[in-house]
């Protein structure tokens, strides 16, 4: 199998029978929205990006069940898990008896919000801090990003998740995170990774990105290349595939000036050997 070297845009998936589907989906969406008594950190505190905390996180979770085929049951793994924006919206969608979630990042005070708030009324929602070198993030960090190696067993998880991480990392470290990311996944499990995918099109993009020497990564800030970085889409679709990874799509996302359902292009990608 060759690599894909443009963006596959796919109608989205069906969600699965025993998953809200349809007005029942739409209607947990949206009461995650509004509801006043979800966790939600302090203003000031959220280094996550901008935008809406609570709309985003329901946004995320839809994208979840509709295009990355999440089943209420299954294992989650978040990848960058930050100040909990991802974890608050899958409490109230993963089976309290047989879903679980955990998430790590290298920030230390995310971690413990998430810890200290979610955890408590949630104990399968658990949070972990590990110390990754980041120039942005965690400058002092002791682990360097190309050495990351997450502590779980093969196969611990059926549903990976990387939001904007790849965005934030030059190749050689993402190529581990794919890699980490297919040794930890169950066979039929999925990634679910969002990414600047540079394809050579152009259009009316919203960040206008300079390759990076001479490699596959891009960057759009000059004082701080991996406040926005991008990636060759056929160098991130091949190193999926060598990690062991069947790539369904690259579905593009809105920051190209096009109409899409969300702002990053979104890789989903599957680990062979599940059920057909």
Not at 119 to 141: E, K, M, S, V, W
Not at 247 to 266: F, K
């Amino acid at each position: 199998m060759t690599a894909m070297t443009a963006l596959r845009q796919i109608a989205p998936e069906p969600a699965p029978a025993s998953a809200p589907a349809g007005p029942e989906l739409d209607w947990l969406l949206a009461g995650l929205q509004t509801n006043r008594f979800m966790p939600h950190p302090p203003p000031d505190s959220i280094f996550v990006g901008d935008g809406d905390y609570r709309a985003i996180g329901a946004e995320f979770l839809g994208h979840f069940v509709r295009i990355g085929r999440l089943m209420p049951h299954e294992r989650v793994f978040d990848i960058g898990c930050g100040i909990g924006r991802m974890a608050v919206p899958l409490t109230q969608y993963l089976d309290p008896e047989r879903g679980s979630y955990d998430g790590v990042d290298p920030v230390m005070d995310g971690i413990l919000w998430c810890a200290q708030t979610i955890t408590p009324a949630y104990p399968r929602f658990r949070f972990q801090r590990l110390d990754i070198a980041h120039p942005l993030y965690n400058p002092q960090g002791s682990l360097p990003g190309n050495e990351v190696r997450f502590g779980f067993a093969n196969g611990s998880f059926d549903f990976v998740t990387m939001i904007s991480v790849a965005t934030h990392l030059p190749p050689d470290e993402l190529v581990v995170y794919l890699q980490e990311a297919s040794r930890l996944l169950a066979p039929g499990g999925r990634l679910f990774l969002t990414a600047f995918a540079i394809d050579g099109s152009t259009g009316q993009e919203r960040l206008s990105f300079k390759r990076w020497q001479d490699g596959p990564g891009w960057y759009a800030i000059d004082e701080a290349p991996l406040a926005a970085a991008g990636i060759d889409a056929s160098f991130l679709l091949e190193q999926a595939m060598q990690a062991g990874l069947t790539v369904e799509a690259l579905r593009p996302g809105h920051w190209r000036g096009i109409s899409a359902a969300h702002y990053q292009d979104v890789l989903i990608a599957t680990k062979p050997g599940g059920r057909p």
